[in-house]
């Protein structure tokens, strides 16, 4: 396995397996927040089940954290062993992509989603693992009702947290528009499915943040 690691090959498929698990990680969350947009009383249903289920809080949360350490510290490793054996990135090694501004800037839109994600975990993750870990709180409760909805409108009053989240996930587009294709030609799709996952990748890197984009900015101006 060590040696799987070591080889180019190895490392690029690496990083393509953890990418296809960061998006359909990224497809769930965004089905789940997209409901607090259409029900508060669903999302938080929702969202205490997914908050108190043993498999999701004790097995999948675990993996997702590792995946996304995996995934971020896999990049910065072909960043830099490609700068050392090319003198050019991973990134402008890919083919075809090799022209674009998103190829090319793969490590400096992963910083700035790596940011993101820091400043998400203070929003939402940490105060949630003190409630139930610490607090021991896993009611789900405050002032009678789910609290989830309520959290989620809060954290979206301040116009400057609304715009860092709009920026990230302008990040994470150019950032997709570039991985998703590339995930897939590591795992050796063939030239003539290029078009087809292109295609597929623009819808996917374009739909789904700008559903995000949409669903803090109908918080911040639907707040009560």
Do not use: C
């Not at 927040?33 to 205490?48: K, P, R």
């Not at 294709?181 to 799709?189: E, I, L, V």
């Amino acid at each position: 396995m060590s040696g799987f690691f070591k080889s180019s090959i190895g490392r690029k498929v690496a990083m393509a397996l953890s990418a296809f698990f960061l998006m359909f990680f990224l497809l769930q969350h965004f089905a789940i927040n997209s409901l607090s947009v259409f029900s508060a009383d669903l999302f938080n249903e929702v969202s205490h089940f997914m908050g108190t289920n043993w498999l999701i809080q004790f097995v999948m949360q675990p993996i997702l954290i590792l995946g996304v350490v995996f995934h971020f510290v896999m990049g910065f490793i072909l960043e830099l062993k490609n700068k050392k054996a090319n003198g050019v990135s991973y990134a402008k090694n890919n083919g075809a992509a090799n022209s674009s501004w998103m190829s090319r800037n793969m490590i400096w839109s992963g910083v700035a989603i790596l940011a993101f994600i820091i400043l998400h975990f203070i929003d939402f993750w940490f105060p949630e693992i003190n409630t139930k870990f610490i607090q021991g709180d896993w009611s789900g409760m405050h002032d009678g009702e789910l609290r989830y909805f309520h959290e989620l409108q809060h954290k979206f009053l301040s116009p400057i947290r609304v715009g860092a989240y709009v920026l990230a996930f302008i990040f994470l587009a150019l950032h997709l528009l570039h991985g998703f294709t590339s995930a897939f030609q590591s795992m050796g799709a063939t030239a003539g499915r290029k078009k087809t996952l292109q295609t597929i990748g623009k819808a996917y890197s374009i739909i789904i943040p700008f559903g995000f984009i949409i669903i803090a900015v109908y918080h911040h101006l639907n707040h009560h």
